[in-house]
């Protein structure tokens, strides 16, 4: 059986189940960022409070999914998950934190949800990898559809949409060249093992640049509902959706959940609704239905013919 297909585990539905969860729970941590952003929490501390309560927690899942009998890490194993962690966890961290000071929680999801474009993009551009007809229609629905979502906000949002987007594409460019980069190494160390060490990495990294930057006091003088949003956002949205998001891939495969991952920006919208106050508009709805299209056109396999 091969990495990311499904096991002959009789209950499919809960695997679905945990997929669909794990989507809602990560489309949640933008909500979160933004009910934070309200209590003056900046950026970079914000982002290192949630990393301090994923720690432990990484650690604690790393330890579980490296019992047994598992491959020792070499060195080009060690240096991947150094870069790829920087890379995928802490710098597309970063980037969409800075993008949701300026953008509502709605775009943020729909501009992050454009990764598998960019994964297309970056594997043709570097690995030559060709680009079909079907590839391209599905690259026309999804950037069609964004820049719907985007002009609507330019018009009926106060913030710097044009800054908060640009911040959040760097953010799944970055999460895009993560994924590119970590699939042997994720065939060969194992889904739930690799992201553990890369969020491990990532919370070094974030915090190395907390502390570069900005005042250590600031994490202590924090009002309380920024420490229990950002427990919230570590535990619920960061790597409990994580453990859920690969037991369910091992149940259903990458195909199935990454079609059961377009709950996520649906679910952000309606979230920002009712937590936010962000408006719901038929232009938004229907720009973040091409861009689900063109994702879910890209990303599920074709269907093969039976003759």
Not at 121 to 128: P, T
Not at 180 to 193: A, C, M, N, T, Y
Not at 218 to 230: A, F, G, T
Request: charged share 10%; with cysteine; net charge positive.
């Amino acid at each position: 059986m091969s990495v990311g297909e499904p096991s002959a585990h009789p209950s499919r539905w809960v695997g679905t189940m945990l997929v669909a969860v794990a989507a809602i729970a990560f489309s949640g941590k933008a909500i979160i960022v933004k009910l934070a952003y309200r209590h003056g929490v900046d950026a970079v501390t914000l982002l290192a409070l949630r990393m301090l309560f994923s720690a432990p927690l990484f650690l604690v899942l790393a330890l579980w999914a490296t019992r047994g009998e598992r491959l020792p890490l070499s060195g080009t194993d060690r240096r991947a998950i150094f870069f790829l962690g920087l890379l995928g966890y802490y710098l597309a961290s970063y980037f969409d934190f800075l993008g949701l000071q300026h953008i509502t929680a709605a775009l943020e999801r729909l501009v992050l949800f454009l990764y598998p474009t960019f994964v297309l993009l970056l594997a043709a551009a570097i690995f030559r990898r060709p680009v079909t007809r079907r590839d391209v229609g599905a690259l026309a629905l999804s950037y069609v559809g964004i820049v719907f979502v985007f002009l609507n906000d330019l018009r009926t949002q106060s913030g710097n949409v044009v800054l908060g987007s640009f911040w959040v594409m760097l953010s799944a460019l970055c999460y895009a060249g993560y994924l590119l980069g970590s699939g042997h190494f994720v065939q060969r160390i194992g889904s739930l093992r690799f992201a553990c060490y890369a969020g491990i990495v990532s919370c070094v990294g974030v915090l190395a640049h907390f502390f570069v930057v900005s005042d250590p006091r600031l994490l202590v003088s924090q009002p309380p509902p920024v420490y229990w949003l950002s427990f919230l956002m570590a535990a619920v949205s960061t790597v409990l959706p994580i453990v859920m998001t690969s037991e369910g891939i091992r149940r259903i495969g990458a195909s199935q959940a990454s079609v059961i991952g377009s709950l996520g920006p649906v679910t952000t919208i309606f979230l920002g609704f009712i937590f936010l106050g962000e408006a719901i508009t038929a232009i938004q709805l229907f720009g973040a239905g091409l861009v689900m299209a063109g994702v879910l056109t890209m990303t599920a396999k074709p269907v093969k013919s039976a003759g």
